[in-house]
């Protein structure tokens, strides 16, 4: 952040409704926000992000083109109320995060900073030395118009991140599109057989999403060379169907069984229309139009089809929209390269960077006053075709461009650790380890172990001192062994039965498996080049 020329802030972890209400991501049914109240009735947020504070500060502070670009960051707490906590500090209420916003004059100035900020990420996970994913992603609840993720793989990740083998290609599997999809293929005249469907219900049971698609679903040039049954893309379902709980396994039995005790009914004493079933029906392209016309309710005499028609009645609905509903499996096409070279991986997040443009500053009517080469009359041409301020309030001001860019603290302690641990304990990296090196010696070579203790973290030009401890607790060789196993110093030094008799350490590096005797006159060269490894 230094090296960016970032100023460090430390904002409030409370938070007021209003700021979150202007900017529009208060709705008022937040389940992940904290909300409370203090003696006097009024209400707050503990802040899970900060765009809207700092967006507010800045407004107050910084009024000319001449003050920008600006980069404040902060290290603070954050909170969010997570409805499954899990798995210790990979998802918790309470989390420790970077955060760096970015405010700009122009689109493309902001855009340069993103592409500063994107290298800055990259160095900072390059150092870890640990396997990572950038990934194309969804902006979310965040807003505004690009980012990307950061992702260690690890088989307790929560997200799915694919990559091609072939090509640069990584992206995020809610983002991600199928090389059919990006095609936008047209709907099928065939009769694909045989077909399948998956079902999923909304938070308030009133509405039933049946999703149709083939079994198998490669055709053409868009064959899988394997032949795999298809998994339905409940990213893209949920994104059409905001209100879904994809959470609930057995959808059609519960709707079913949920309106066989609530029957609908048109009276109601209550002045507002009560609650209907419904049923939507969306359609994979690859379902041909003769497929959709025979499923309809009335023509169906299937146990399920007469089941939904006794609830739903004619309240139906069908999006036949050319949609690619299969989720991308191993070894699909590649929607760039074209080669069946997919692999898909779950991953945890680490980091998300943003291109937030005006997505706070305009609602948060954050402003300043441009520079006079940018000055324009907007009811002229000119302004309409001024792209470096796409929002402009009047004549001689302009709405900050802006980005945001996080880092999990917290959440990178437990995905390195998940990632790189192993059955003997666990494994850090040098940068984040306690320790850089461990000093582990028998009772008759304490003096000697404080000797290498001062070699290895003496001041010396030309050379860095190593970060080095020593263990002089009053047990056991083996003991020692273990414990620096479990803590997972990247080096451990051990003074045993050989250095009684030359003088030399035995030097331990787990992450490689590798052992070697060092003598002492160069055990300072040998654990610093292992450093710039490891």
Not at 11 to 34: D, H, I, Q, T, V
Not at 152 to 160: A, L, M
Not at 455 to 462: A, F, M, N, V
């Amino acid at each position: 952040m230094t090296k960016l020329g970032a100023s460090k802030v430390s904002l409030a972890s409370f938070s007021a409704p209003a700021l979150w209400k202007r900017s529009g991501r208060y709705k008022g049914n937040n389940a992940e926000l904290f909300q409370v109240k203090d003696r006097k009735g009024a209400e707050f947020l503990l802040s899970p992000t900060h765009e809207e504070e700092i967006t507010t500060l800045v407004e107050s502070a910084v009024s000319s083109y001449k003050q920008l670009p600006l980069l404040l960051y902060q290290i603070s707490r954050k909170y969010r109320d997570e409805p499954r906590p899990r798995q210790g500090l990979l998802r918790t209420r309470e989390f420790l995060m970077k955060d760096l916003y970015t405010f700009d004059a122009t689109s493309q100035e902001a855009m340069e900073t993103y592409a500063r900020a994107r290298n800055a990420y990259k160095a900072f996970f390059d150092e870890l030395r640990i396997p990572y994913f950038v990934a194309d992603a969804d902006p979310g609840s965040i807003g505004g118009s690009l980012s990307h993720e950061y992702h260690v793989p690890t088989p307790s990740g929560e997200d799915t991140i694919i990559s091609c083998a072939s090509c640069s290609f990584t992206a995020n599997e809610e983002l991600a599109r199928s090389r059919a999809a990006v095609k936008n293929n047209e709907r099928s005249t065939a009769d694909l057989a045989p077909h399948q469907s998956w079902f999923g219900i909304s938070k308030d049971k009133c509405q039933l999403v049946e999703a149709i698609l083939p079994r198998y679903p490669g055709s053409g040039e868009h064959q899988s060379p394997q032949r795999r049954e298809a998994q339905i893309n409940q990213h893209l379902i949920k994104t059409l169907y905001p209100d879904l709980d994809l959470g609930i396994q057995r959808a059609f039995a519960t709707f079913v069984d949920y309106w066989k005790g609530h029957r609908p009914s048109g009276e109601s004493r209550d002045t507002k229309r009560p609650p209907m079933p419904r049923l939507t029906r969306i359609y994979d392209y690859r379902i041909s139009q003769s497929i959709i016309d025979h499923q309809t309710l009335g023509n169906s005499h299937s146990p399920l089809a007469q089941q939904l028609l006794e609830i739903v009645g004619s309240r139906t609905s069908i999006d036949a929209s050319s949609l690619d509903l299969a989720r991308i499996q191993d070894g699909d096409e590649c929607p760039e390269c074209g080669n069946h070279s997919l692999k898909l991986q779950q991953a945890v997040e680490l980091g998300h960077t943003f291109y937030l443009g005006d997505r706070y500053s305009k609602p948060m009517n954050a402003t300043f006053t441009t520079s006079p080469a940018h000055q324009v009359d907007d009811r002229s041409n000119d302004a309409q075709e001024n792209q470096d301020y796409p929002a402009r309030v009047k004549q001689g001001q302009a709405y900050f461009q802006m980005g945001c860019h996080g880092i999990g603290v917290s959440r990178i302690i437990a995905a390195v650790a998940d990632s790189l641990a192993d059955t003997q304990g666990l494994l850090w990296p040098s940068v984040m380890a306690p320790f850089e090196a461990a000093i582990l010696a028998t009772e008759e070579h304490k003096t000697a172990a404080e000797e290498v203790w001062d070699i290895l973290t003496r001041q010396e030009p030309g050379s860095d001192p190593v970060d080095a401890v020593l263990d002089d607790r009053d047990k056991s060789l083996g003991w020692k062994l273990k414990d620096a196993d479990l803590i997972g110093f990247p080096v451990v030094i051990v003074l045993g039965s050989t250095f009684s008799k030359r003088r030399v350490c035995e030097v331990s590096v787990r992450r490689w498996g590798s052992r070697q005797k060092v003598a002492m006159r160069n055990l300072r060269v040998c654990v610093a080049s292992i450093m710039t490894q490891i």
